[in-house]
């Protein structure tokens, strides 16, 4: 280990827009699978009347950039959050923060949903328990449903564990240096799709893409990781951060241009498997481009601080684990009711986003041993008492938590 390399590292200044795209992205995945009760793809729960259309091509659309957003999202976080920590501490800080609510997740909030998934075959909640490990979803019941996105983010951080102190050290940013000279041009960070469209290439021919069972999603961890890479090296940089900004208009163009494509490549080329790899390549690039947009636009008008962010900012991850299981109990029910498609999206929205803040803001936010469960950290005696004393109020303790880098 080079002690000059990790010396060179300072604290860098908290980037805001990090914060509130995170926040805006978590509440994206809340609507989303809501939106999977009613279109006509399969989920846990459906409605009667299903819908595709318009419905369909917006969750398409999200379903592209969303998620690897989130990656890229977590490799900035990393980047902010390591400091000077070895990388022994830094998996311990990951284990703590991924590992302990995957497997609380498991065994807590999981079985709610597969439960009321299968509900006709078990008399009870406890009655499924005993049946947990009875083969592998969906044709049995073990699943990490979408505690996937944890799993994948402890992944990615044991794949870059032992290179830490390389990627803080003096080589680092002697390449972010040099690299900031190319990519500062205008749509020159179309070079990272060099790397993300050569790997689904390579690999997609082998594996399926979006299995989320971690040992046979190897086209899709790929993909993860390098979108967590190009977070961590290019919002580590003022130049490169500013030029996302500088240049947002043209990386939307490019989105939209690219999604055009992607959409009209089925009716005009043949033959159809020409036309799959074409499309599956614009996907990549409207993933790519429209993840630089919203950066982009985020830090033009949201790097900013206020109260609702550090509240937000704090809860944001432990809604993450508790939304799903919310939107599957109150979107059984809902979907029962007799009543107009609208009126059942009103109540699901209601009463899972109510049923979530709930447990969090009674349950899980006060004391520590919930707070250890939902990956976060544990109040002081003096905070502990504050936040038992105005457990009622809006007041927020600290701001120490965001959706795990």
């Not at 994206?28 to 009347?49: E, L, T």
């Not at 022994?88 to 284990?95: A, I, V």
């Not at 206020?306 to 508790?322: G, S, T």
């Amino acid at each position: 280990m080079d002690l000059t390399d990790t010396k060179t590292f300072q604290k860098p200044e908290r980037q805001y827009y990090i914060d509130w795209l995170r926040i805006i992205l978590i509440i994206s995945v809340y609507f989303y699978h809501i939106g999977m009760i009613f279109v006509i793809w399969p989920w846990h729960i459906k409605n009667d009347q299903l819908y595709e259309g318009g419905l369909r091509q917006t969750m398409s659309f999200l379903h592209l950039w969303r998620m690897p957003l989130l990656f890229m999202l977590a490799g900035a976080g990393t980047y902010y959050a390591l400091g000077k920590r070895t990388p022994g501490q830094y998996l311990s800080e990951r284990f703590r923060r991924l590992v302990i609510p995957l497997v609380a997740g498991i065994f807590i909030l999981v079985p709610v949903q597969v439960y009321i998934e299968k509900i006709n075959q078990y008399d009870s909640l406890l009655s499924y328990y005993p049946h947990m490990f009875d083969g592998i979803y969906p044709a049995g019941n073990f699943s990490w449903h979408h505690l996937w996105f944890i799993t994948y983010l402890f992944v990615v951080s044991l794949f870059i564990s032992p290179f830490l102190n390389l990627l803080r050290g003096k080589r680092f940013r002697k390449f972010l240096s040099q690299l900031e000279r190319i990519v500062t041009k205008p749509l020159a960070l179309n070079i990272f799709l060099i790397p993300l469209i050569l790997s689904q290439i390579l690999l997609r021919p082998f594996f399926e893409v979006d299995t989320h069972d971690l040992v046979n999603d190897w086209a899709s961890i790929t993909y993860y990781v390098i979108f967590f890479l190009s977070g961590y090296i290019l919002l580590s940089s003022d130049r490169i951060s500013g030029a996302i900004r500088k240049y947002r208009f043209l990386y939307l163009a490019e989105t939209i241009a690219a999604y055009i494509s992607m959409i009209l490549v089925t009716r005009i080329i043949q033959p159809d498997n020409l036309a799959d790899s074409l499309r599956e390549a614009f996907s990549i690039i409207v993933a790519w481009s429209c993840a630089l947009t919203a950066l982009g636009f985020a830090k033009q008008h949201l790097n900013k601080n206020n109260h609702f962010r550090k509240i937000a900012n704090e809860a944001i991850y432990p809604f993450y684990l508790l939304h799903q299981p919310s939107i599957v109990v109150t979107g059984y029910f809902a979907v029962q009711l007799e009543t107009e498609v609208v009126w059942k999206v009103i109540i699901v929205f209601l009463s899972s986003f109510s049923l979530a803040i709930i447990i969090y803001w009674f349950i899980v936010r006060p004391y520590n041993f919930f707070r250890v469960l939902f990956g976060m950290k544990n109040l002081e005696k003096s905070d502990a008492a504050t936040v038992t004393r105005r457990i009622g109020d809006n007041v927020n303790v600290h701001d120490k938590l965001q959706l795990p880098a």
